[in-house]
């Protein structure tokens, strides 16, 4: 089991850049494929942005494509995803996420609380 803990979220003016950072429990970090999802109000959790096992795959959604950066430190147990270019579009509560296999769907094992993003106009 892996507990997982978002920070680095806040308020921006759009086009600014925020980086999230997601800690992970346990020894077993380098196990889990790791993603970013976020959650707009109203509107259903969507994907973001995936990292695999060992940080030579990644992933991510089109609307972030070219904007945010996704990366991790296995000696750190840490995952991150830097966001550049930000829109009032990215306005959501964004979440880690940990499964053993990954993928671009929401069916990730472990989720973290989320930390709240708002980017102002």
């Known amino acids: 089991q892996v507990q997982l803990v978002e920070s680095g979220g806040g308020l921006v003016q759009a086009g600014g850049s925020l980086r999230l950072s997601c800690a992970a429990s346990g020894r077993t970090f380098r196990s889990y494929y790791m993603a970013w999802f976020r959650q707009a109000p109203g509107k259903e959790r969507d994907f973001v942005a995936a990292?695999?096992?060992?940080?030579?795959?990644?992933s991510y959604a089109n609307s972030v494509t070219g904007r945010f950066t996704v990366s991790r430190d296995n000696a750190k147990n840490t995952v991150y995803l830097k966001m550049n270019d930000l829109k009032p579009d990215d306005t959501a509560i964004y979440y880690c996420?940990?499964?053993?296999?990954?993928?671009?769907?929401?069916?990730?094992?472990?989720w973290g609380q989320g930390t709240q993003v708002t980017v102002s106009s």
């Open positions: 996420a940990a499964d053993p296999v990954g993928g671009m769907t929401s069916a990730y094992a472990y």
């Open positions: 990292i695999s096992w060992g940080g030579v795959t990644t």
